[in-house]
């Protein structure tokens, strides 16, 4: 057991026999979608009726239909996907290194006991610090740049991929381990075949979450640090008093988020079919 | 009382050249005076062609035993021999079938390709094929190879992992409580599928059990362990005729005697255990 890097509750990703309750993959999608749907429609029209009856003042909150002619406008402008492109790239750059540096460190600390003893305190204390704290400190070494984005980026994603990968490492089934050395598999297949496989529940969970962090964290670099992007765009919007442009670009950012967590969860599938949180039909 | 109509064997050895030997064998974990000493002195060998079923009281060290024979254990003292050579790795004319198919067989691979896999480096890629189907086969799991372990019941997927170990033709087959895991019934048909195969692929069985009557219907010859730290207590020759039969050899007055002696002798290291522990 290695969980002196882990123990704020790394997510198990789904118990190998059952799983308490079912997680929203494992809800149907159809119904999913229109209840979804349903929710949404009604949300817009509350608003809508908030905002025109002046429950909602109007000044500061203006009705979801102009919110929504705005966010159509913006489909045609090339400035808005130029900002879109940034804040998804950043993210996904941010997201790779995070990917580069998580994977060493955990085989680092997942199997050497002096480096898991050595970086624990490290790990623990730079963990809570919000990312945004970091901003002043980014903007002092780089600038409003791309270069300072992706390091707060990283720096703010690292973590939950980081504990998950080294949960994982100390999940590795030693069964599994031992049937591999009494067969005497080279150590590449054991790799390969038995050890890789079984971190990819762990690596996939965690890799969802620092994405949505990821993500986070790039539109709050351009919204304060002032690098291009969505967040920027929305100071823009607000400093010239276009309101319903800058509640589209907030929903720009929302609609982000949903589609990278769906991406990720539609990568695992093919990948994790075989685990117990995705399979459909099991006898045993 | 029964002893005298039980023949165990201390000294004299039978037919036949050993395979597995354990000379004195000893392990303790941990050390200074929190040292636990699991294994105290082991001996005893297993010959080419022999079933053997190693049985003991639960916490006798039955599976420590077992680790140190296939090499995933360093004993503390003493020696394993593997065909004449000790043993510091796993021998490569070994195979294990481990209690739990649940974590031995992995899930993200087809059972053919759990079975393929530790052929990989051992047989070209056409005799691995007709190895794969034959091994299925004498399992009774032609055809099915193409499942996922977890598309399968416990019982055909302890049938998989026995597959596993015969496809990869070892000389001897070391079993750790194969059937723990596995209902009454399917246990029945999976102690007679390996009398079966053990016929069959002409290797030596080495049986790690609990129960009794398992180890007594399936073995040439009985270990009986003491309880920890832990010797053989009894050495035992099961002169049941063969083949084996569940109904006719079971209902057979001298099953019922080895049964009964063994038993006894498992009740009696038991309170031996309790007694060590309260002297300690």
């Excluded at chain 1, 730079?126 to 992706?150: F, Q, Y």
Aim: charged share 20%; proline share 6%.
């Amino acid at each position: 057991m290695t969980l002196s890097v882990a123990d704020s509750a790394p997510q198990r990703p789904a118990g190998r026999r059952r799983s308490l309750a079912p997680g929203l993959g494992a809800l149907p999608l159809r119904r999913l979608r229109w209840r979804g749907a349903a929710t949404v429609a009604v949300l817009l029209l509350a608003w809508e009726g908030a905002s025109r009856t002046g429950l909602l003042p109007a000044a500061s909150m203006p009705p979801a239909s102009q919110v929504l002619s705005a966010w159509a406008a913006f489909a045609a402008d090339a400035a808005f996907w130029t900002a879109v492109g940034y804040t998804l790239s950043s993210a996904l750059t941010g997201l790779g290194l995070v990917v580069l540096v998580a994977v060493p460190l955990a085989l680092a600390i997942g199997l050497s006991r002096a480096v898991r003893e050595s970086t624990w305190f490290i790990i623990e204390f730079l963990k809570p610090i919000p990312p945004v704290a970091m901003i002043p400190l980014g903007l002092l070494l780089w600038g409003p740049s791309e270069t300072m984005k992706l390091a707060l980026i990283a720096f703010g994603a690292l973590w939950p991929f980081l504990t998950q990968m080294v949960y994982g490492i100390g999940q590795v089934d030693h069964v599994a381990l031992d049937m591999a050395r009494s067969y005497r598999l080279r150590g590449w297949l054991t790799a390969s075949r038995v050890v890789v496989p079984g971190l990819l529940p762990f690596a996939a969970t965690g890799l969802r979450v620092s994405a949505s962090i990821a993500l986070v964290v790039s539109v709050v670099t351009e919204l304060i640090g002032g690098a291009a992007g969505l967040g920027r765009e929305i100071v823009i919007a607000q400093s010239a008093g276009n309101l319903p442009g800058m509640y589209a670009l907030i929903l720009t950012t929302g609609v982000l988020g949903l589609l990278i967590n769906g991406a990720f969860a539609a990568a695992e599938r093919p990948l994790l079919f075989w685990h117990p949180s995705q399979r459909k039909d099991t006898q045993a | 009382m029964q002893q005298s109509i039980i023949e165990t064997r201390t000294g004299d050895a039978p037919a036949g050249e050993a395979v597995v030997e354990l000379v004195d064998l000893r392990k303790s974990y941990g050390t200074g005076p929190s040292a636990v000493q699991i294994l105290d002195g082991v001996n005893f060998e297993v010959r080419r062609g022999e079933f053997v079923c190693v049985v003991g009281p639960s916490g006798s060290g039955k599976t420590t035993l077992l680790k140190c024979i296939a090499g995933l254990l360093k004993p503390s003292g003493g020696r394993t021999d593997f065909e004449g050579q000790e043993v510091t790795e796993p021998p490569a004319k070994l195979a294990v079938v481990f209690q739990d198919y649940s974590r031995s067989l992995l899930p993200w691979m087809t059972v053919r390709a759990n079975i393929a896999l530790p052929l990989r480096n051992k047989f070209p890629k056409q005799e691995r094929q007709a190895r794969i189907d034959e091994a299925l086969e004498s399992v009774g799991l032609a055809g099915k190879g193409h499942l996922y372990p977890w598309q399968m019941s416990g019982g055909m997927q302890q049938r998989a992992a026995i597959a596993r170990g015969l496809a990869y033709q070892p000389d001897v087959l070391l079993m750790d409580e194969p059937f723990a895991a596995v209902d009454a019934q399917t246990r029945i048909d999976l102690e007679d599928l390996v009398l079966e195969v053990r016929d069959r692929y002409d290797t030596t069985v080495l049986f790690v059990t609990h129960d009794i009557d398992e180890a007594v219907y399936l073995a040439d010859r009985v270990i009986v362990l003491s309880g920890a730290p832990t010797t053989v207590s009894h050495n035992i020759t099961v002169d049941l005729p063969h083949p084996r039969h569940q109904v006719d050899t079971k209902r057979e007055p001298r099953f019922a005697e080895l049964r009964a002696f063994v038993f006894e002798q498992i009740q009696a290291a038991k309170s031996n255990t309790v007694r060590n522990r309260a002297d300690a």
